[in-house]
């Protein structure tokens, strides 16, 4: 089986650390990063096959981080994590892209699955 590359983008170091642990015993190899700067660099040198990327970063947002991920390549999905309550900011994601969004605080084995799901239908397309 090919290998599948998860980049984790939050600025909030525990986050990324429970998602990157949750999918690695899942068999996905995982990336973080935890900026703008750190996403597109990544994106660029590893091509990861899903980005989950937090709306709220200090810096360079997730609108704008999405925006530069489908400059750099734009196969790559993106599944935007963000706030309840930010759906004006959800719709403009997935009209730049975003295949599907997360609302924080999110139940861990509904990510999972959907994580899984994604790469079912990758395999089938």
């Known amino acids: ?3 599948r590359k998860l980049l ?4 909030q170091f525990g986050i990324r650390m429970l ?3 949750v999918f690695e015993k899942d068999g996905y190899k995982t990336l973080e990063a935890s900026n703008g700067v750190q996403a597109l660099k990544i994106v660029e040198d590893e091509s990861p ?3 989950m990327l937090d709306m709220k970063i200090p810096g360079m947002d997730g609108l704008e981080i999405l925006k530069n991920i ?3 390549d734009e196969k790559v999905d993106v599944v935007m ?7 004006e900011m959800i719709n403009e994601a997935k009209e730049h892209g975003a295949i ?3 609302a924080k605080p999110f139940d ?12 079912e239908k990758r395999i089938k397309t």
């Not at 984790?8 to 600025?11: E, K, L, N, R, Y």
């Not at 861990?108 to 790469?119: E, G, L, S």
Request: aromatic residues 8%; hydrophobic residues 40%; without cysteine.
């Open 108 to 119: 861990i084995d509904t990510i999972r699955q959907n994580v899984a799901d994604h790469f």
């Open 100 to 102: 599907d969004h997360f």
């Open 8 to 11: 984790i983008v939050d600025d």
């Open 81 to 87: 994590m963000t706030a309840y309550g930010e759906l």
């Open 49 to 51: 096959d899903l980005v």
């Open 1 to 3: 089986m090919e290998e």
């Open 19 to 21: 998602l990157s642990e």
């Open 70 to 72: 489908k400059k750099i």
